[in-house]
């Protein structure tokens, strides 16, 4: 089902200078977190979520990011009573270990930054790097392309089941879509911490070298006439999903070399598109655990 492998002009020059202004990493760069304790301000937050940096709450969340790139964490945010939680009292050690600067704050200040914190928050100025060359050398890959998603939970979910799944890297779109905010740190559970998540002006360009790369790419769509579970997936693919209320775009669709539909009871009714994720992850993942 792939096509072959061949070298490509196109393909050196996506990955020249030239065109790094045009696809950029979601928080891939490195950056001061610039956060004063007597300013945690929403709009301060907001400001800093657009940035390089990443706001990264939750005590799993927190733990995972520790334990990937410890040396990334600028600063942390604990709840004042944190020495009565066994959890956040290991985690204050991690960061009395590595050197990283502590604020003690009240809850209200804490849920400035949202109110499912747990009790901590850290700044981080790295994020999982994409890495084209170390994907494309791989011998199985799967890349997640969202046309769209904008619910943080959403994609946070999404990036949890990513990483059990063994995902390289999610593909998402510079307009119209959630990126590495908080919430979605949170709710990956660190699983932002494993999987690219890779921003792009358009899939057009970068499917187009993956799929001179041997890729093939599908896509999630209810009007498909193939079945997931009659699928057989190859060694790299691409699987697009829409959004959450419109699913993919048109000209989404017609990147893709095959349309494939969940089997369900009622056709009237749709997947939240995190569970259309894990269910066809289950499967590829199915397939290639049984293959190997």
Request: net charge positive.
């Amino acid at each position: 089902m792939s096509k072959s492998v061949s070298k490509s002009s196109k393909f050196n020059k996506f990955n020249s200078k030239s065109n790094k202004k045009r696809h950029s990493f979601s928080g891939g760069v490195k950056g001061s977190a610039n956060l004063k304790e007597a300013n945690i301000k929403s709009k301060t937050l907001n400001e800093l979520e657009n940035k390089s940096s990443r706001i990264v709450m939750g005590i799993h969340s927190v733990k995972e990011l520790f334990k990937v790139r410890k040396k990334s964490v600028v600063k942390m945010y604990l709840r004042t009573d944190w020495s009565r939680s066994s959890e956040l009292l290991e985690i204050q050690k991690l960061a009395e270990a590595n050197g990283v600067k502590i604020d003690e704050v009240g809850v209200e200040k804490l849920n400035q930054f949202g109110n499912s914190n747990q009790g901590v928050v850290v700044i981080s100025n790295e994020s999982p790097e994409f890495n084209l060359q170390k994907i494309l050398s791989q011998k199985s890959v799967t890349i997640i392309a969202l046309d769209g998603v904008e619910d943080p939970h959403n994609l946070g979910a999404i990036l949890r089941t990513s990483w059990l799944m063994g995902v390289s890297a999610i593909i998402i779109p510079e307009d119209r879509a959630v990126g590495l905010v908080s919430t979605v740190n949170k709710v990956a559970c660190g699983g932002a911490e494993y999987v690219p998540v890779y921003k792009v002006g358009g899939f057009s360009q970068i499917i187009s070298q993956l799929k001179e790369k041997g890729f093939w790419v599908y896509g999630l769509s209810t009007d498909a006439k193939d079945e997931l579970y009659q699928t057989v997936f190859p060694d790299k693919k691409v699987i697009f999903f829409g959004a959450e209320d419109k699913g993919m775009r048109t000209t989404t669709e017609n990147l893709c070399d095959t349309l494939l539909k969940i089997p369900q009871k009622d056709n009237a009714a749709s997947y939240n598109v995190s569970v259309s994720v894990a269910i066809c992850l289950s499967e590829s993942f199915r397939q290639h655990y049984t293959k190997n």
